[in-house]
């Protein structure tokens, strides 16, 4: 009998064993609303359900938003019924000000902690750092897959676009942050970074030991575009600025740019087009191409080690 529980038991291990533990992370910097956007056709309240319909598409478990509102925040909460979000405003810990926002998957992950600290020689309150032109901030969250336990640790931040000391020094900081933990889990580090592939800040980050970037040890990679579009459906980047950072306890099964776009009505109604190829009842009117956001949303597959 004792043979027969012991022989049951290790079928029961070897089969948990085989199951490899994947999650889909991301990052995504989604355009903080403004005024002059709207004009141009991008504004928020015609981007963000695009945005929303994106993530739950694709299955973003986790991911970290940079230049969010408060405002945006909400909307996307209420668009995503399954997600929650932490994280605070960077002008006063708050609400005011853009978050670097960490959103997750309710029904799958439990939040055990969280914190904020910001980017500068003071790192508990707003300020500015180094030479940065804004305060900025970056959030953390301690998470447990309800189903496994098993438990990590996500950072998410929107380094500056102006400073190059405040860069360079921030990247110095978010490493420090990781080796001062009394726990040793595994992290993931999201965020728009402002620095491309060939960057001092990216080299810091890459070549550090801690940390290596998605993109370098994927097994597979879907990259037709850099990070950046501007708004413009048009434009080609190599420059990838958009970043997911992760330690050694993950295996990156997929890595992919996700240059998506919708089409909104233009200003001038056209009649609508017949092509010869096509049925007659098949008829296309001209529409203007759009991206959700001026970044591109990147994601991932991973596999825990």
């Not at 991301?26 to 903080?32: D, E, G």
């Not at 309710?106 to 904020?116: A, P, Q, S």
Request: charged share 25%.
């Amino acid at each position: 009998m004792k043979r027969f529980v012991y022989s049951l038991l290790f079928m029961v291990c070897a089969v948990f064993s085989i199951q490899a533990q994947s999650y889909v992370f991301a990052t995504y910097n989604i355009r903080y609303a403004n005024k002059s956007d709207s004009l141009a056709g991008n504004g928020w309240g015609q981007r963000y359900p695009y945005i929303a319909q994106q993530v739950q598409f694709y299955g973003f478990e986790i991911f970290g938003i940079q230049e969010g509102k408060y405002h945006q925040l909400e909307d996307l909460k209420a668009a995503m019924p399954n997600y929650d979000y932490i994280g605070v405003g960077r002008d006063d810990g708050a609400q005011k000000g853009e978050f670097a926002a960490i959103f997750y998957r309710t029904d799958k992950f439990e939040l055990l902690d969280r914190g904020d600290f910001w980017l500068s020689e003071i790192t508990d309150r707003p300020n500015k750092g180094w030479d940065a032109a804004h305060p900025r901030v970056c959030s953390w969250g301690k998470f447990r897959d309800k189903k496994s336990g098993y438990t990590f640790l996500f950072y998410n931040l929107h380094m500056d676009h102006k400073g190059k000391l405040a860069r360079i020094e921030g990247a110095k900081l978010v490493l420090k942050k990781i080796q001062e933990l009394p726990e040793k889990l595994p992290v993931i580090l999201t965020g728009d970074f402002n620095f491309n592939q060939k960057h001092e800040s990216y080299t810091l980050l890459d070549n550090s030991g801690i940390l290596r970037d998605s993109y370098q040890i994927a097994e597979f990679r879907y990259a037709p575009n850099g990070t950046l579009n501007q708004f413009d459906t048009n434009r080609k980047y190599d420059n990838r600025i958009d970043h997911l950072f992760l330690t050694k306890d993950f295996a990156v099964k997929k890595y992919g740019i996700l240059t998506d776009t919708y089409r909104s009505e233009r200003a001038e109604k056209e009649q609508a087009e017949q092509n010869s190829n096509f049925p007659k009842e098949v008829t296309m009117t001209k529409y203007v191409a759009r991206t959700p956001s001026d970044h591109f949303p990147v994601m991932i597959v991973v596999e825990v080690k």
